[in-house]
């Protein structure tokens, strides 16, 4: 009889090759199966439709907020000139000359002699005249003399009163010229005999 070992290894053998037994690998025959290609052309085609129509409503959008800032933009600037014209309005309106002048059309005159009033005490202080158009300060100043250069003194030139006369023709004008031409010539050549 065997040993105890020796029956250990052959069982190990044994179960070694039985296990290689079921554990080979034979070859499959590949089975070739063919996705639809229905479906993926359709998605393919939804996500390229949903593309250009987002990028239309994306531009179409953006066009509207130009044009929405461009007319904004555009009420900004009337409203920004508008604005200044106003402030022009009011510096004119508070300009303290024109609120004088306005105050003295009303028939109000500026004293000519200041008076103060002492809030501690109450009494006032200075010469108190009573306010006429004679004795107020002028508003505005008097209007500067231009030089004599700028003011010149009139011309004035008197044409004497004359008679009619026919005025002369044309055979008439012809002669006197003839004339006058004739005389250019004579002292011409006097000139070249000296």
Known sequence: MSSPAVQAR??????????????????????????PRVPFVTLVSMVLVGGIVGLLLFNTSMQQA???????????????????TLRMELDEL?????????????GMVIPSAPVFLDLKTGKTTGVRTP???????????????????????????????TTTEVPPTTADAKKNTQHTNKQGKNKQGKNRNR
């Open 10 to 35: 052959t069982r190990v053998t044994r179960i070694a090759q039985e296990a290689v037994d079921k554990a080979r690998l034979t070859v499959v025959p590949r089975v070739r199966t063919r996705a």
């Open 66 to 84: 130009s044009f929405a800032a461009s007319d904004l933009e555009d009420q900004a600037d009337t409203l920004a000139a508008r604005e200044q």
């Open 131 to 161: 306010a006429t158009p004679e004795n107020a300060i002028p508003l505005l100043p008097p209007a500067p003399i231009k030089p004599k250069v700028l003011a010149p003194d009139p011309t004035v030139v008197e044409v004497p009163a």
């Open 94 to 106: 508070r300009n303290p000359q024109r609120v004088a002048l306005e105050a003295q059309k009303m």
